[in-house]
């Protein structure tokens, strides 16, 4: 359930072989395929990290490296695919309805966890000094003097220790947030106090200020957010940076409107870009935006890609290969 793969990664199913891929990478005919979407700017980075020449047009013979957020059908059945690289962090697109055998898919990281984090900053501090509220009281010319809250000594639980989880933590932390963090493997993190199960979770989620989901999509963590966690809040301020699916919609208006949760920030919906009909708009002291906390750039693609293309034709699995198996 971590947010992010830590320690060795292992693919789950067919792994891929790492000098098997070194070999093929190192041979000719490898064909560089690189999204449609993609600037030119980053494919010139591309094409001079690997010394192929790139292509946006997946068709064709060959071994095959794609760089995109999303993977051509032809790719994915034709069994030329070696090695995919995300320009994204999620990669639950990418994986469905299948993920070829052996081969290998990595994905973009870059400064996401510095930029989430500062997100999630910016919202629980707007909370703290009661902005909406301020706000509301501009819109309607009403002199109010609100009393702010400190951070300080407040608690925060955070679902997902992987780069983005722990990043948050540690923003948090920094300004006197005591932080438990929420695993599928407990284990020390930086940026966090604990870190416990999530069959612990329920036990201290009644004490908690901030809940924020940092987690991955996977079968596991699909309406993870339902009834059970969302009513076991005390009126603290949920905040999902993760994915939109983890989340059911119909439970949170329910603990928003009963008080379980206070407050509700949401970057992250089921169905994106949300419609102006979308029930997420008219949720109670929520405010949505637009998937937009952790945007990658074409620096973070490149960079991470680098250090992939690095890793792998030294026959070494590069350190943000995806799971293939657990699904991040």
């Known amino acids: 359930m971590d947010a992010e793969a830590n320690g060795n990664p ?39 990290v690997t010394s192929l020449t790139p292509t946006r047009d997946p068709e064709g013979p060959g071994p095959v490296v794609h760089v995109g957020p999303t993977l051509p059908d032809v790719l994915r059945e034709g069994g030329t695919l070696l090695w995919a690289h995300s320009t994204n962090a999620g990669v639950d697109a990418l994986l469905r309805p299948g993920w070829p055998p052996r081969a290998l898919l990595t994905r973009t990281v870059g400064r996401m966890g510095e930029r989430i984090a500062q997100y999630v900053l910016a919202w629980v501090l707007a909370d703290c000094q009661r902005v909406p509220d301020v706000l509301a009281d501009h819109r309607a010319r009403t002199w109010e003097r609100r009393q702010g809250e400190l951070l300080d000594g407040t608690h925060a639980v955070v679902f997902g220790t992987g780069a983005i989880g722990s990043a948050v933590a540690a923003a948090l932390q920094r300004l006197g947030v005591r932080t438990t ?22 036990a201290v989620l009644p004490e908690a200020r901030w809940v924020v989901n940092a987690l991955p999509l996977t079968p596991d963590t699909r309406a993870l957010f339902a009834a059970p966690l969302l009513n076991a809040l005390r009126g603290a301020t949920f905040l999902n940076v993760g994915r939109g699916e983890s989340v059911d919609l119909d439970a949170l208006r329910a603990a928003l409107t009963s008080g379980h949760v206070a407050r509700a920030v949401l970057d992250v919906l089921p169905t994106e870009p949300a419609p102006p009909h979308a029930p997420a708009w008219d949720l109670p002291r929520t405010v949505v935006t637009s998937h937009s906390a952790g945007l990658t750039t074409d620096t973070d693609v490149a960079t991470d890609f680098r250090t992939a293309w690095r890793d792998t034709t030294n026959g070494r699995l590069p350190s943000l290969t995806v799971r293939v198996g657990a699904g991040y």
Do not use: I, K
């Not at 789950?12 to 005919?29: I, K, S, T, V």
């Not at 963090?181 to 940026?191: I, N, Q």
């Open 181 to 202: 963090g929420v695993a599928r493997t407990p284990r020390d993190t930086e940026g966090f106090d604990r870190v416990l199960a999530l069959a612990d979770a329920p």
């Open 10 to 48: 292992s693919t789950g199913g067919e792994a891929p072989d790492p000098g098997r891929l070194a070999r093929l990478l190192a041979g000719d005919g490898v064909r560089l395929v690189v999204d449609a979407g993609l600037s030119d700017t980053l494919v010139r980075e591309l094409a001079a």
